[in-house]
Structures are given as C-alpha cells and as structure tokens.
C-alpha cells in the first residue's frame, strides 16, 4: 500500500468550493505536488486582478501553482508531466482535453456536486433546488471523453430543506465533498475502490438530469407559473446571482419602469392575485403568480444594496405597482 506522502497529487479547481478538498489534502499530509487554476482576471470599476481562492491557498501554503490560459498548451502539458504525478483530482474546473486527464497512471477523478447521473452539468446545486428536489449529493467519478459520464466511485447524499437555499446547500456539500474526496483517495491508496458505470445506474427508460449553465434569463421570473415553481427559482438562485424581474408602477402603458428588481427570500401566501399583479399591504409585498402569490421578504434594487422588502417600503412611494 502507497502511503500519503509518497502519493503525489495534481490538484485543478478554483472556486472555494474546491479550497476544502485542497485544504484537507494538504493538512492530511498528502503530497501536493502541483496545483492548477484558472488565470486571474480584472473585476470590479478598478479592474483590479482577482486571484481564485484554489490560488490564494496555494500561494498562502507554498505549493506549485500553475495557471495556464490554454490546457492543450505543450509548455503547460510539459510542465504537468515534468511532475511525474500519480493522480489527478479535479474539483469545480475546465473541461480537460484527453492529453491532461489521461497522463497520470492512477486516472483523474472529478468531484462532482450532484447525485449522478442527475444533474450533469455546470450547475447542479442551482438546478437541484429550482427543480424542487428534497435530497442532492456528491459524486466522484473517473474523467473520461463526454463531460460528467465516468464511471462512479462514490457518492454521498444529504436532504435539502423546503426553506433552504442554494447557498446553504452549497456551503454543506462543499464539506461532504471534501470528506468524500479524502474517502475516495483512501480507497485509491487501499486498493479498495470499486466503480459503476452511469448507465447502470439509471432505470429503464430514465434519462441523465441536465444542470446547464446559468444565465440572466435563466433567472428572469416568469410570474404565469405556479407560485412554488416561482419560490423554488427565487432560493434557487439565492444569494447568487438572484431570481429578478422588471418593477414598474403606474397603469398601461403610462408605467415608470423602475429597474430590475431581484427577489433573494420570499414565502408563499395564500392570496389570489393575477400573475405579476403587486399588493402592497404595509411593511408587505405580495405577488400574483400563475396558481397562488409570493411575497417577497428581501430583494434589490439597481444600485442599492440588498435589504429587506419592508424597510424598502416605508422608504419608497409606490402607487400602482406591478413587475413583468
């Protein structure tokens, strides 16, 4: 059996999401030979350089960085061969090209945060809980051509609650994750570890979840749907990047847009407004949906920060609003 210090580890992410995994395999005492993210990039009016977290660890703990604009480039693919690297781990990164997943002789195994084969994609913890579902997970599997398709090695499954948002939900995976990514590591260095293929994993007839990527329409409310579906959307994309939709306030064509609105926490009531119709009573703002109303509890306007709906109501004047 191999033991930690002597396995040695390319390890590829970026988000903090992927810092937990880095974090306890650095602290485990395995051998992080090399780690590899995304360039920096300008954000923000200053256009200053935002480095990833995956590299403010890296730098903070003096481990090997690499940050190359192309994964195909023969300086970068040397350099990552020049490490004589037994295992690669990848966690919230690029899609690799075959030349990268394929050069160290133990495999590259990705971590996954969904129960494959259900929600393959860029974002599964958002679609997870837009979709409504009351239970998501972790999965590692082993790279191979089509992207989420290896074969599973493990997994690891946790109850989403009815209030919970996207947020908390990844906050909790990211530490099952971790735990799942040290598991599977162990199982390498036991010789334990066993796979299945995805397609054994589905029942007849069922088909793979897709979990694309998010974009701004992808978070624009469409109010003729059922208030649940509207409720799930909104702790969906809560607290990024946010469900939002156009308020307005006046009648017909005389309305003053007044900007896109985002909804970060709402409930559902049970009062009966026509979709986008906006009830204002006191400190409340309820909403018309297709089958029932929400009300929004916190949201944001353009230029404002996010605040509760209530303290934005006793500092507007709204006479007749309604959102699109």
């Not at 020049?82 to 133990?106: G, K, N, T």
């Not at 974002?123 to 837009?130: C, G, T």
């Not at 003729?224 to 306030?249: C, F, H, K, M």
């Amino acid at each position: 059996m191999i033991d930690a210090k002597d396995l040695k580890i390319v390890f590829l992410g970026t988000p903090d999401f992927a810092v937990e995994s880095l974090r306890r395999l650095h602290e485990g005492g395995f051998n992080i030979v090399g780690v590899v993210t995304m360039p920096d990039k300008p954000a923000g009016r200053g256009h200053k350089m935002l480095h990833s977290p995956v590299k403010q660890y890296a730098e903070a703990h003096g481990l090997h960085l690499m940050q190359p604009v192309r994964l195909k480039d023969p300086e970068f693919v040397a350099e990552l061969r020049s490490l004589d690297a037994d295992l690669f781990i990848v966690i919230a990164f690029r899609m690799l090209p075959e030349v990268v997943w394929q050069m160290p002789p133990m495999g590259t195994f990705n971590l996954h945060a969904s129960l494959l084969p259900r929600y393959r994609g860029a974002a599964p913890i958002n679609w997870a809980v837009i979709n409504g579902e009351t239970e998501t997970g972790v999965t590692t599997f082993f790279l191979k051509h089509e992207i989420d398709t290896g074969d599973v090695i493990a997994q690891r499954s946790i109850a989403i609650a009815p209030d919970e948002n996207v947020g908390s939900v990844h906050d909790r995976l990211m530490m099952l994750g971790a735990d799942l990514t040290m598991e599977t590591v162990q199982a390498i260095l036991d010789g334990t570890l066993r796979t299945v293929a995805q397609a054994d994993m589905l029942t007849a007839g069922e088909e793979p979840t897709p979990a694309p990527k998010i974009f701004k329409d992808t978070c624009r409310i469409d109010w003729t749907q059922p208030a649940e579906r509207v409720y799930n959307l909104i702790r969906g994309l809560s607290p990024y990047p946010g469900a939002w939709t156009e308020l307005y306030d006046g009648s017909g064509d005389a309305a003053t847009r007044l900007g896109d609105m985002k909804i970060f926490e709402a409930r559902i009531s049970n009062r009966h407004l026509s979709p986008g119709t906006v009830e204002i009573s006191g400190d409340i703002m309820t909403i018309g949906c297709g089958e029932g109303s929400i009300e929004a509890t916190s949201i944001q306007m353009p230029g404002k920060r996010r605040m509760a709906t209530a303290d934005y109501l006793r500092g507007s004047r709204l006479a007749s609003p309604s959102v699109r």
